[in-house]
């Protein structure tokens, strides 16, 4: 499955950002889609996730609250609310679909290429 994100760009402390990642195929409910991102120099950082079944999500600490995953299953599509952006969420977001439950990287079977976002003070 290929998968394709946008919606990434530059704001300013405070502000937000939808991001949107398409899929070429049909996502089943036993797959998971998560968010990553990543900086220069440092290893991809779990966003957030979701279960494409039931809908539960699962975000990490610095994001809880901000950002919002969510799902269109028709369009098979996921999205990434990112809402009272910080200069330290700056990174490279990546969406990612896999058949586990998992916070790391090294379950999720097919990414996309990547956005930019970028937050200024």
């Known amino acids: 499955v290929q998968l394709t994100e946008s919606g990434g760009g530059s704001v300013q402390t405070g502000g937000s950002l939808r991001l949107s990642c398409a899929a070429s195929?049909?996502?089943?409910?036993?797959?998971?889609m998560a968010w990553f991102r990543q900086v220069p120099g440092k290893e991809r950082e779990f966003v957030a996730r979701?279960?494409?079944?039931?809908?539960?999500?699962r975000y990490a600490d610095s994001v809880k609250g901000r950002f919002t995953i969510s799902k269109d299953g028709p369009a098979n599509t996921v999205y990434l609310q990112m809402n009272n952006l910080k200069p330290e969420d700056t990174a490279v977001y990546s969406c990612?679909?896999?058949?586990?439950?998992?916070?790391?990287?090294?379950?999720?079977?097919?990414w996309g290429q990547g956005t930019q976002v970028t937050v200024s003070s």
């Open positions: 979701i279960a494409w079944g039931f809908g539960h999500t």
């Open positions: 195929e049909r996502i089943y409910s036993s797959n998971f």
């Open positions: 990612a679909i896999g058949r586990q439950s998992s916070n790391s990287a090294r379950d999720y079977d097919s």
